[in-house]
């Protein structure tokens, strides 16, 4: 069982720079893939950014952060990041942090449902 506690949401200028932290407790962090999905008011979720298991893990991110967001992960202390530079108002939404126990496969990672563990989410607001 692993739960998983995201932190760093907060209220920000367009243009500004965010990093979100999502921890986990319990076994065998680094053989778990993880991700970042994002939720704006009265939308789905939607795939922001994951990566795979074990050190150096690949990542892969929706077009419409390619470029602007990265995330990366420290095995060492169970912990998973979302650097977010260039922030947009359509940034804003409140950012969950997902866990699977296996590495990322073909295309299922972007599918919400292949998530076996989810966080409460973190808010994050974008000012224009």
């Known amino acids: 069982q692993v739960q998983l506690v995201e932190s760093g949401g907060d209220l920000v200028q367009a243009g500004g720079s965010l990093t979100l932290s999502c921890t986990a407790s319990g076994r065998f962090f680094s053989l778990y893939s993880m991700a970042w999905f994002r939720q704006a008011s009265g939308k789905e979720r939607e795939f922001v950014a994951a990566i795979g298991w074990l050190y150096g893990g690949v990542t892969n991110y929706a077009d419409s952060v390619k470029g602007r967001f990265t995330i990366s992960r420290d095995n060492a202390k169970d912990t998973v990041f979302l650097r977010m530079n260039s922030l947009k108002p359509e940034d804003t939404a409140l950012y969950y942090c997902?866990?699977?126990?296996?590495?990322?496969?073909?295309?299922?990672?972007?599918?919400?449902?292949?998530?076996?563990?989810w966080g409460q989410g973190t808010q994050v607001t974008v000012s224009s």
């Open positions: 997902a866990a699977r126990r296996s590495n990322l496969d073909s295309s299922s990672y972007l599918d919400q449902t292949w998530y076996n563990y």
